[in-house]
């Protein structure tokens, strides 16, 4: 394949191109094995644009790894606030406390030491190895698949787990072993920007070495499952102010869905009846002047909430496992986004009454 039997020209090709046009992204102006970690942490299921103010303030709040790992845990969720998929953020946390105690906060340099911190899985244990270190290590994700789906006509299923095990190899034969840093971000870069699922082909670096733009078959690569119907679940949140003009909310469990985030009274799969007798027979809540505020759907990763959201008003004291909050307080408590943004409709209501 004419690929691997050029490869040294694809890599300067590919390498020439990245330094030539790459984003000039906060992380790629350092080598700190921390800072890049953090940063793949976050752009995992997120949008570069969405990421780069979080890492920036993430990074000024813990700039070594002794801060994040002294931190407390609602201080790092406050700082991740909006993010989403908080369940990245104290994996991270864990790991870096591992890397502290274990590691004398060094992070390692092998894939087997790397991998067995919390929360690093292969794709983010090579980057830190390659980005930071230098190491010829392959970071293979959705992007990377593609394009090297794309590039040597690879006809396996990118959706099955175990066929990441293909590209992984194919990543370890293309990689520039003097360059792998470059090499690997290269292949993002690419991915994320030209060879895009509506691929820009006449602006690829690389399309003389891209068999599937000589064969005419950019469209159909990757082959990729499509991914069984995802779960809708009706959710009613209703925010209460008591007469002090405190809010009502509790925390999430510790572990499962947005586990220790803030919330405001929810009922999943709420019967259709008012919301006063809905308060009543839930929460053992008198309430009163409903108020409409949001109606929105928050996506997660394998469900959707349909949720409606109302303002009430009570003279009654917190139920069992609530609290009273004042609008200060409500600020300072980490929210997951549907919360933030009923909270900011209530603000807005309250501004304009």
């Known amino acids: 394949m004419q690929l691997i039997e050029q490869k040294r ?14 984003r ?53 969720l406050k700082m991740w606030e909006g993010l989403g998929y908080y369940s990245r953020v104290r994996n991270l946390q864990a790991g870096v406390k591992e890397v502290v105690t274990q590691y004398n906060s060094q992070i390692p340099k092998t894939r087997k030491e790397i991998s067995q911190l919390k929360g690093v899985g292969p794709y983010t244990a090579g980057a830190v190895l390659s980005i930071a270190y230098g190491i010829p290590e392959h ?28 590209f992984e190899e194919v990543v370890m034969h293309l990689i520039d072993k003097e360059d792998p840093s470059s090499f690997n971000q290269a292949v993002m870069e690419l991915g994320a920007t030209i060879c895009t699922p509506n691929p820009k082909c006449l602006l690829c670096p690389v399309r003389e070495f891209c068999g599937a733009f000589h064969e005419g078959r950019q469209q159909e690569l990757p082959i990729k499952s499509k991914k069984v119907k995802m779960k809708t679940i009706p ?3 209703v925010v209460i102010r008591n007469l002090d003009g405190k809010w009502l909310l509790r925390q999430r469990p510790a572990t499962g869905l947005l ?37 929105f759907k928050h996506i997660f990763s394998h469900l959707t909430w349909d949720i409606t959201s109302h303002l009430v008003v009570t003279d009654d004291v917190a139920p069992e ?7 200060e307080e409500v600020e300072a408590l980490p929210k997951a986004v549907p919360v933030i943004k009923i909270w900011q409709a209530v ?5 304009n009454s």
């Open 9 to 22: 020209e694809f890599q300067s090709a590919l390498i020439q191109w990245y330094l030539r046009e790459k």
């Open 24 to 76: 000039d992204l906060p992380w790629r102006r350092t080598t700190n094995p921390y800072y890049i970690w953090v940063s793949e942490v976050m752009l995992q299921q997120t949008r570069v644009d969405t990421v780069i103010p979080y890492y920036e303030r993430f990074i000024k709040k813990f700039p070594t790894l002794a801060h994040l790992a002294e931190a407390d845990e609602a201080d790092v």
């Open 139 to 166: 970071a293979v994700d959705g992007n990377v698949m593609r394009v090297m789906s794309r590039l040597l006509l690879i006809d396996e299923d990118i959706a099955i787990p175990r066929n990441k095990k293909i």
């Open 235 to 237: 959710v009613l949140m």
């Open 259 to 295: 586990a220790n985030m803030w919330e405001f009274p929810l009922v999943e799969n709420y019967p259709s009846q008012a919301i006063e007798q809905l308060m009543q027979q839930q929460y053992k809540m008198q309430v009163e002047q409903p108020t409409p505020l949001l109606h």
């Open 321 to 327: 496992g609530f609290q009273f909050f004042s609008t």
């Open 347 to 351: 603000n807005e209501k309250e501004k």
